[in-house]
């Protein structure tokens, strides 16, 4: 299985939106509605963001939304803030394996 | 909320043998709904999952791996482990322990431990 592809890097000012990519094949992504989101920040354990595509765990902000269409997935965050900073990883199921991205890395301007 | 903790050494030599240990805060480890993964980041490069185990044993291992990897539980001890042969500087990866639910997601992660290859 090949990694999903994710922008390296995206970036926002406080208070605006960003979203950012996951994309796979019709045997990850597009077959399945397993896609997951991981928020890291260095030296820290991840921290699911996102399951099913679009759930968010109890305690995660309703500012980090999740949605699918074909074989990409996205992470849209909403009113930026400084803590956003960080890693973001998706993940998806696939036959039997699982396929992780590259990761993104969001800087806060 | 349960805690998950890696441990081993930092450094391993070529051709030795890596092991970690993972530390589980809470009796999870026995339930049926949940996997117990490694996952590794190696540098400049996204996660990868190398491995699962289930209560009962049974394990998932990467097929580039599947010659060199073991994982094992000890319910008893509430940990799981990582045995990695034959490493070489390929291998070298900050390690991650983590929880599985079901077929579907990371629900908690450890800290993860670099582990570097090298003479």
């Known amino acids: 299985q090949s990694a999903l592809t994710q922008p390296r890097a995206v970036s926002g000012s406080p208070g605006q939106s960003v979203t950012i990519s996951c994309t796979g094949t019709?045997?990850?992504?597009?077959?399945?509605?397993?896609v997951s989101w991981y928020q890291h920040h260095p030296g820290k354990a991840p921290t699911l963001i996102i399951y099913d595509v679009t759930k968010r765990p109890s305690g995660v902000p309703d500012r980090f939304s999740g949605s699918k269409s074909g074989n990409t997935a996205s992470l849209s965050i909403s009113g930026l803030q400084s803590d956003d900073e960080a890693d973001y990883s998706c993940?998806?199921?696939?036959?039997?394996?699982?396929?992780f991205g590259g990761g993104t890395k969001l800087t806060v301007l | 909320q349960v805690q998950l903790q890696e441990s081993g050494p930092g450094l391993v030599r070529p051709s030795e043998t890596l092991a970690l240990s993972c530390s589980v805060s809470?009796?999870?480890?026995?339930?049926?709904?949940?996997?117990w993964a490694w996952i590794r980041q190696t540098p400049g490069k996204g996660l990868e999952l190398i491995g699962t185990?289930?209560?009962?044993?049974?394990?998932y291992y990467i097929s580039s791996l599947r010659s060199r990897i073991t994982i094992s539980v000890a319910t008893s001890r509430r940990q799981f482990y990582l045995r990695l042969d034959s490493v070489t500087a390929a291998d070298t990866a900050v390690y991650y322990c983590?929880?599985?639910?079901?077929?579907?997601?990371?629900?908690?992660w450890g800290q993860g431990t670099l582990v570097t290859v090298s003479s």
């Open positions: 185990i289930y209560k009962g044993g049974s394990t």
């Open positions: 993940c998806s199921y696939a036959d039997s394996a699982w396929v």
């Open positions: 809470d009796d999870s480890i026995s339930s049926s709904r949940y996997y």
């Open positions: 019709s045997s990850d992504v597009g077959r399945y509605n397993f």
């Open positions: 983590a929880r599985r639910v079901g077929i579907y997601y990371f629900d908690y």
